[in-house]
T-cell receptor, first 111, second 116 residues
Framework: GQQVMQIPQYQHVQEGEDFTTYCNSS?????IQWYKQRPGGHPVFLIQ?????EVKKQKRLTFQFGEAKKNSSLHITATQTTDVGTYFC???????????FGTGTRLKVLA | GAVVSQHPSWVICKSGTSVKIECRSL??????MFWYRQFPKQSLMLMAT?????????EQGVEKDKFLINHASLTLSTLTVTSAHPEDSSFYIC????????????FGPGTRLTVL
């Protein structure tokens, strides 16, 4: 079945450093969503990317969808302790409405 | 808007008993709801897709007789874990798609099940 891999699995950064997580699929995706899950919480929707090469920004967060629509990235500039959590991508292929979640990247920010 | 609730938020039960988890869309009608399971420090695994008024569609490897899903109304879907065993202990999360934004899921807060 479809698999969506994320790297890295874990990332520890000093507060103020940048952070990037990558999401990769072996198949062409229809669209991709990004979620953040705080420890003990549920996933919270961040953004959706639909177009090839699309780039979206939310304050310190930059999301990108690859030209081939097989990969995506989330970049956080100048991390803060409030950025701690696990970031998941979730992807769907054309013709389906089911989202398959990536393996997640757990971010720890050291003050 | 687009609030999804789950009940209970946590439950502890004895092995062999059945547990029902409710998922409600509070301020919208959800024709489609999704049930996920998340083991500690792992990703969300889709268990099944639930459509109002029809049988749920289960993902490969998910036993439909063990995880009974009922979507009797546009605002309520239930997941019943039958004859629960310790290996069923997990975080169960539902999500609902909004009728005007079917490409976005709204997640419930999750239910933590512990089977002794």
């Amino acid at each position: 079945g479809q698999q969506v891999m994320q790297i890295p699995q874990y990332q520890h950064v000093q507060e103020g450093e940048d952070f990037t997580t990558y999401c990769n699929s072996s198949t062409t995706l229809s669209n991709i969503q990004w979620y953040k899950q705080r420890p003990g919480g549920h996933p919270v929707f961040l953004i959706q990317l639909v177009k090839s090469g699309e780039v979206k920004k939310q304050k310190r967060l930059t999301f990108q969808f690859g030209e081939a629509k097989k990969n995506s990235s989330l970049h956080i500039t100048a991390t803060q302790t409030t950025d701690v959590g696990t970031y998941f991508c979730a992807a769907t292929t054309s013709g389906t409405y089911k989202y398959i979640f990536g393996t997640g990247t757990r971010l720890k920010v050291l003050a | 808007g687009a609030v999804v609730s789950q009940h209970p938020s946590w439950v502890i039960c004895k092995s062999g008993t059945s547990v029902k988890i409710e998922c409600r869309s509070l301020d919208f009608q959800a024709t489609t709801m999704f049930w996920y399971r998340q083991f500690p420090k792992q990703s969300l695994m889709l268990m099944a897709t639930s459509n109002e008024g029809s049988k749920a569609t289960y993902e490969q490897g998910v036993e439909k007789d063990k995880f009974l899903i009922n979507h009797a109304s546009l605002t309520l879907s239930t997941l019943t874990v039958t004859s629960a065993h310790p290996e069923d202990s997990s975080f169960y999360i539902c999500s609902a798609s909004h009728p005007s934004r079917t490409d976005t899921q709204y997640f419930g807060p999750g239910t933590r099940l512990t089977v002794l």
